[in-house]
């Protein structure tokens, strides 16, 4: 077993609640196995790569591409690539138009990922449009296509996933044999990674209301309203998408995608008297600016059923 490991189980055996790490990692060493990074684009998961890796220098690392993160995020997972040496396999869900047709993957250079919607728009004019108690959003376009690589390339069951997932969010670890955490190699919470990327030659260059898809149904009105505030264009692109999605099985309005039965235009019209640094107020003295939507939408989110 890797020395780092065997050193970290040691210390993990004084921790009483270890959320089951110590089994984690004993299962994934013990015997020969293939790593691979569900790399999120995202500082924590930046940093898992890079703490990874220098642990198990052939673990994968695997970004699922929906093309509706901010272009900041892009610039940030080419910049961290190249500055750290990383490979970064993209993948794109493909969807077939067809029902009954699944959805495969395509693998793109990290040059063309980038904010252009299309696994978006492909996706909801077969499906229509992602709602709170129906996020199929992640499964189509994270979830199968990067269980679908890695059966590919390694066969089913014989691999390990990694999340970014620090040890001060201990009710996003799940106790289970398929996946491993940052949490379970590293001690760091958000501030040291914070304090990590600030020592760094670059960062994400957005904040926590922008970070993920942009727009993502699973973030607070007060997020999207921000989001909106400070990126008219992407929201006008995201409205436009939701206009030409399918129609709905259920006949109910296509464009109803978040909370308390509202639109992304609904959304933006509430909060459209309020100054930006109200809704900063607003978000901060509720708590909900430091939350992270991110722990919905890994590309395993699905398999790990969290809760939308």
């Not at 501030?191 to 600030?198: E, G, N, V």
């Not at 459209?272 to 708590?287: F, P």
Request: glycine letters at 4%.
């Amino acid at each position: 077993m890797n020395n780092f490991i065997n050193d970290r189980i040691t210390d993990l055996t004084n921790w009483s609640n270890n959320n089951g790490a110590i089994e984690r990692l004993q299962k994934a060493f013990n015997k020969t196995t293939n790593h691979v990074i569900s790399f999120s684009g995202g500082r924590t998961s930046a940093y898992l790569v890079y703490k990874l890796l220098q642990i198990v220098p052939d673990a994968s690392v695997v970004f699922c591409d929906t093309g509706a993160e901010h272009p900041e995020t892009y610039k940030f997972i080419r910049r961290f690539s190249e500055a750290f040496n990383v490979k970064i396999t993209c993948l794109r869900a493909v969807v077939n138009p067809e029902l009954g047709k699944g959805i495969t993957y395509k693998e793109v250079n990290i040059a063309d990922i980038q904010h252009d919607l299309e696994p978006f728009k492909a996706v909801m004019q077969k499906y229509s449009t992602p709602y709170i108690g129906g996020a199929f959003c992640t499964d189509r376009m994270k979830a199968t296509p990067f269980k679908k690589y890695c059966e590919d390339n390694w066969g089913k069951n014989n691999y390990k996933t990694w999340l970014g997932i620090r040890i001060d969010e201990p009710k996003r670890i799940r106790k289970s044999d398929k996946f491993l955490y940052l949490a379970d190699i590293c001690d760091y919470e958000k501030q040291d990674i914070l304090s990590f990327w600030k020592k760094q030659s670059f960062d994400l260059g957005i904040q926590e209301h922008l970070g993920n898809c942009v727009f993502c149904i699973k973030k607070s009105h007060g997020k999207i309203a921000l989001a909106a505030r400070d990126e008219p264009k992407l929201a006008k692109q995201f409205i436009n998408i939701i206009n030409i999605a399918a129609d709905r099985p259920s006949k109910e309005d296509k464009r109803i995608m978040y909370r308390n039965r509202n639109t992304l235009q609904s959304i933006i019209d509430q909060y459209a008297d309020h100054s930006r640094s109200d809704i900063i107020g607003r978000l901060k003295n509720s708590y909900q600016y430091q939350s992270e939507c991110s722990e919905s939408c890994e590309a395993v989110g699905e398999q790990l059923k969290f809760d939308f």
